[in-house]
């Protein structure tokens, strides 16, 4: 069912300064920030041959990601994405497996403008899971 | 510098069990458990079309990720895997740039047979990133 790696989430710090890094130290492709204040996140993206790295620094009030920086102020990786083909037939396959979808279960629009669900880390050892239809 | 992500490595509590969530519940290709007793792990790889994740357990005495398991007990996301070139270059590069190299600072042969190293997750917003020569 999951295809390929979307992305890897890190939650950092200072945003600025880790993109400075990836772009000049680690010498990757890195986009200008991206407010998205629907999903409380600014974003980078690092642009691997495969993959990207979404970098990660909360926005505005009650964002979903400020609890994890305090709980790692050094920040840390957040997330992993998988792509599927039909987001609601993969939901409605891992919940009759037994895994918990957060929030109402129902797809948001993510960060790429496709739908997006997140399962249950402690079903999926210790890792929080992001799915989205591509 | 930085080229294709590897893997994403995981750790996990119980291999069996994750290794069976990752086939028959998220449907990906996941390969027989291969102790490494050299590297202190028994690995499983879960194929991805684009990269691969590799799902790690404890082997033996002393593992590096003992102690990662034993402060996370469910498990969780330890390390992401950036393929280089020439490490020997990139690791003088990112010395240069103040980036601390885990270990004496020489390449040790990884669990794929090839030169790796890894850099401190102090000094890259709290990830424990891995380079691979390829």
Sequence with gaps: MIGRLNHVAIVVPDLAAAAETYRT?????????????????TTVFVELPNTKIELLH????????????????????????????????????????GLRVLGDGEPKIGAHGKPVLFLHPKDLFGTLVEIEQV
């Design 25 to 41: 130290t680690l010498g990757a492709k890195v986009s200008d920030p991206l407010d998205l204040p629907d999903h409380g996140v």
């Design 58 to 97: 909360p926005l505005g009030e009650g964002s979903t990601i400020a609890k994890f920086l305090s709980n790692n102020a050094s920040g840390g990786i957040h997330h992993v994405c998988y792509e599927v083909e039909d987001i609601i037939a993969a939901r409605d396959k891992l919940k009759a497996d």
